[in-house]
């Protein structure tokens, strides 16, 4: 029998979609057309962020859809102009706005800045937003483990760690400690963000070809059963089915160490010491 992973646990007990639609670089009419054919093939995340200025096009798509605020997980992330006590604050209000939302599911700090050097002071804020029942979940994104060190030496963890993960680009290390801190690891541009070669790597096409699938699907596969949540883009209809079409297969030990193998070692496209908005 096949395990159900298609949802995960956070700390805290918040239950998330194991796969979200990712909304980046998306805006405007064709971000809410994204979200509106995700939606109606069957995906109940969406992961947004202050900095895709697409907030309130995904946010018009939920009002469209007509399900229910609850049936949808709704992540959003905000920009270091807002990383102090008051300024989350804001930034949960502006977001809310933009998406016509009561709460966001799941909020991040998008990236840490830490020449700004107020990320841990940002994330006091969340967790208190946390307490007062305006977020259900707070977490982090693109953190390294001496970031996510300085967080959890507050005393707070969170409850996740959004980070560029493929199987070329595994940063196993920063997984590992994520782990190791009950921080669920997500993987952004899963798919390798249609890197050249990605998915015609031939580990992928050999174990897609083994299962009647596709190497998109496999890789997500992968994701998900390592335990990682994934927020694969995409504008089109069928690939969007697609990439949610992964539950009905498992990968086996020798695949799973397979797609393993590929880790080439490389970190992320962005140094998160030196980028961040
Ligand atoms: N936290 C952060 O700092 C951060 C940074 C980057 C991204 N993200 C999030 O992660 C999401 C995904 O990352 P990403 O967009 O960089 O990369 P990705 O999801 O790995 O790749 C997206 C690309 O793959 C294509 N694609 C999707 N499904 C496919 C399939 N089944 N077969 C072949 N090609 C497929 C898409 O094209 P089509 O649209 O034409 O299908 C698009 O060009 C973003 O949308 C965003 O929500 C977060």
Redesign the pocket.
Same mark, same amino acid.
């Given at each position: 029998m096949i395990a159900d992973i298609s949802s995960l646990e956070l700390a805290g007990g918040v239950s998330m979609p194991s796969i979200g639609l @990712?909304?980046?670089p998306m805006r405007g009419y064709e971000a809410a057309a994204a979200v509106l054919s995700a939606l109606d093939v069957g995906y109940r995340r969406i992961?947004t962020a202050e900095n895709y200025e697409n907030e309130d096009a995904v946010g018009k798509a939920l009002a469209q859809s007509r399900l229910h605020r609850d049936e949808i997980f709704v992540t959003t &992330?905000f920009n270091k102009q807002w990383h102090s006590t008051q300024g989350v604050r804001q930034a949960l209000e502006n977001s809310l706005d933009r998406l016509g939302l009561e709460y966001v599911d799941l909020f991040l700090i998008?990236w840490p800045n830490p020449q700004q050097n107020t990320y841990v002071e940002a994330f006091t804020e969340l967790g208190k937003l946390v307490d007062e029942g305006k977020i259900r979940a707070a977490g982090v994104?693109?953190f390294k483990p001496y970031q996510l060190q300085n967080v959890l030496d507050s005393g707070l963890v969170p409850a996740l760690n959004?980070i560029q993960v493929d199987p070329e680009r595994q940063s196993v290390d920063w997984q590992g400690f994520n782990t190791e801190h009950g921080v669920r690891t997500e993987s952004?541009? !899963?798919? @390798?963000? &249609?890197k050249s070669g990605l998915?015609s790597h031939p580990a992928l096409v050999r174990i897609a070809q083994a299962h009647g699938k596709?190497s998109?699907q496999v890789t997500l596969r992968w994701h998900v059963q390592s335990g990682r949540a994934a927020? !694969? &883009?995409?504008?089109?209809q069928r690939?969007q089915s697609?990439?949610l079409d992964i539950f009905d297969f498992q990968l086996t030990q020798a695949e799973m160490a397979a797609i393993n193998a590929m880790d080439t070692g490389a970190g992320p496209f962005t140094d998160s010491d030196e980028f961040g908005h």
């Open positions: @990712g909304t980046w992961d &992330k998008h994104s693109n959004q952004y541009s !899963p798919l @390798g963000r &249609k998915l596709s998109a927020a !694969p &883009k995409s504008a089109d690939r697609e990439n």
